[in-house]
């Protein structure tokens, strides 16, 4: 009998927390035909309430609404909806889940919601990125990528990129990459490690989406990580993962309007100064990299670069063979 009993609490339970929320309670009649209907199980309606004390008893917050018809919902869910439906935009928005994983996931992140939210969910999400990564790999690199991190082992992969024919080819010539890994950093819609590359005998950032199958794990320990070295610090100063240029100190000169921007892209804390009536300045650190110079380009001269004179004198040269290399292909024809 006590095992009856326990099994029927049970029941309760999974019936509470698949048909029943905060905007929809369960009355004791609908209880009761879901017993019968999921379990072949008939009983009396004051047994309800019995399994429902003892279910609060157990430590499971089930909230009972006095009317003319006693209703019940469970109250102590890990993701509320509103949790849920940020969770599942971000899990469709992201580049780096493929659309097949996606699509698992939201499964899953849907299955946390009662019967009658589900619907709710199933929202349309007018995605910006029609991009989505094509590795299906990706969920299991990142979880040894992790593992590695957590045990302090270096770890060996390959690295893709595409050739002129849209072929998928691998870097290195064909062989492996061996670093240490330090932190996996999400920026800009992709997922990356970063860590030691001991072949540049430097901090390298890697896209995960670009590896080609789940890394190895080896057996020897991982670099140390330089004492100096701050995860923070390094995806800041890296301005959009492009870590192949040394991080410096450059002075921007930007009109009124466009403060929030550089906010998104600096931070709150970024330092900016009157400049004149119409401009600030802004003290920024970044790499001085030609993604830096195509995202100040972008702005069509709204943001200037004002200091040092060597990151003025690269991107003046960069725009210069730009309009060369116009002119050439339009005179080619």
């Known amino acids: 009998m006590q095992n009856e009993t326990s099994l029927r609490v049970l029941y309760l339970y999974k019936i509470l927390m698949r048909y029943s929320d905060v905007d929809h309670p369960l009355s004791t009649n609908q209880i009761l035909q879901y017993f019968d209907s999921m379990y072949g199980i008939r009983m009396h309606r004051t047994t309800v309430s019995k399994y429902v004390e003892l279910l609060c008893s157990s430590g499971i917050d089930v909230v009972e609404i006095r009317s003319r018809s006693k209703k019940y919902y469970v109250n102590d869910r890990t993701f509320d909806l509103p949790e849920l439906k940020l969770l599942i935009d971000a899990v469709q928005a992201s580049r780096f889940i493929s659309a097949k994983k996606s699509e ?24 910006t990125s029609k991009v989505k990564s094509e590795n299906e ?10 593992s590695a991190i957590n045990s302090g082992k270096k770890i060996s992969f390959y690295y893709t990129e595409y050739d002129e024919q849209k ?27 970063v860590g030691f590359y001991e072949a540049r005998n430097r901090v390298h950032t890697f896209r995960i989406d670009r590896i080609a199958r789940q890394p190895e794990i080896l057996s020897e320990d991982a670099y140390p990580m330089p004492a100096d070295f701050d995860t923070s610090e390094y995806a800041l100063g890296v301005f ?89 292909f339009l005179h080619s024809n």
Request: hydrophobic letters at 40%.
């Open 104 to 127: 698992a996931l939201v499964e899953k992140l849907t299955s946390l919601a009662s019967e009658e939210s589900k619907e709710e969910l199933r929202r349309n999400l007018i995605n």
């Open 137 to 146: 790999k990706t969920y299991y690199i990142i979880d040894a990528i992790n």
């Open 167 to 193: 072929n998928l080819i691998i870097k290195n010539g064909g062989k492996p990459y061996c670093i240490s890994p330090y932190s996996l950093i999400w920026n800009g819609d992709y997922y990356y490690v």
């Open 240 to 328: 959009q993962m492009f870590d192949t240029y040394k991080s410096e100190k450059i002075t921007l000169i930007v009109e009124n309007a466009l403060m929030k921007y550089i906010i998104d892209q600096f931070g709150i804390d970024v330092h900016t100064e009157r400049y004149d009536d119409d401009h600030f300045s802004a003290q920024v650190t970044v790499s001085a990299s030609p993604n830096f110079f195509r995202w100040i380009f972008g702005w069509g001269g709204r943001i200037v670069i004002r200091s040092p004179e060597s990151v003025v004198f690269q991107y003046r040269k960069m725009v210069e063979s730009i309009i060369e290399q116009q002119k050439i």
